[in-house]
């Protein structure tokens, strides 16, 4: 069983689209798959399983909650785990760094990734 959908940009908090040049969700719409891998694997900006250049998410049912493994560099190590557990708690635990891939990294509440947010880097045409 696989999944393919198309999961459209938020554009909510952007700059652009306070000032109206822009839909709150909006192009590019870009592929994401989902298939049950040992758990369920989520491949991020492709509609290819089996894309190693893709990022990717891993989620395992675990007896007392769920543990995510977060792989932002396709085809490399997980940078870190998530970890949500039945009673309500959560955990970032970074990966230390023993690969090409960065360990993830924890941030004060509240902060904002500005890059995350940039809307003149996106074109549209690259997967509509």
Do not use: C
Not at 20 to 46: C, Y
Not at 70 to 94: A, K, N, Y
Request: avoid cysteine; aromatic fraction near 10%; glycine fraction near 10%.
């Amino acid at each position: 069983m696989e999944l393919k959908v198309d999961v459209p940009t938020y554009y909510g908090s952007s700059a652009s689209y306070t000032a109206g040049e822009r839909p709150e969700f909006g192009r590019p719409f870009v592929p994401t798959v989902v298939r049950p891998a040992g758990g369920l694997r989520i491949v991020l900006g492709s509609d290819n399983y089996f894309d190693e250049d893709a990022p990717d998410v891993q989620i395992e049912r675990r007896p007392n909650g769920w543990m995510i493994f977060l792989r932002p560099v396709g085809g490399d190590e997980v940078s870190g785990q998530l970890v949500f557990l039945d009673d309500g708690r959560s955990f970032l635990i970074p990966e230390r760094h023993v690969s090409s891939t960065p360990p993830t990294v924890a941030l004060d509440p509240g902060t904002e990734v500005a890059a995350l947010e940039e809307t003149k880097t996106i074109r549209t045409t690259d997967y509509d």
